[in-house]
Nanobody, 128 residues
């Protein structure tokens, strides 16, 4: 069984910083991706940041590049989302998701439908 738990959400002022933590347990295959998605009220779910344990590679949606950083701690399945220079448009429920496979694909999946396991989400609110 795969269990995903997010933490670290809260209320911050625009320009502030916040770090989210994703803890994933139960992954059995040799390769996996961990991703952060977010969903604002009335908007579609959006892939934000992505991490691969195969080579430690990362990717980010254009709107957060230069502001957000995804990294791994110990154990490797603990992933952080470091958010800097937060903007009101970043306000959303942030979800951590994971997928695993024997042979990793050449690129990250950026659609929620490509991920098998999800956490319950953590609210991030950025005030102006």
């Amino acid at each position: 069984e795969v269990l995903i738990v997010e933490s670290g959400g809260g209320l911050v002022q625009a320009g502030g910083s916040l770090t989210l933590t994703c803890k994933v347990s139960g992954l059995l295959l040799r390769n996996f991706h961990i991703a952060w998605f977010r969903q604002a009220p009335g908007k579609e779910r959006e892939g934000v940041s992505f991490f691969s344990n195969t080579d430690g590679s990362t990717n980010h949606v254009a709107s957060v590049k230069g502001r957000f950083n995804i990294s791994s701690g110990f154990p490797l399945a603990t992933v952080y989302l470091q958010m800097n220079d937060l903007k009101p448009e970043d306000t959303a429920v942030y979800y951590c998701a994971a997928r695993e496979f024997l042979n990793p694909p050449p690129i990250f999946g950026v659609l929620g439908s490509q991920y098998n396991y999800w956490g319950q989400g953590t609210q991030v609110t950025v005030s102006s």
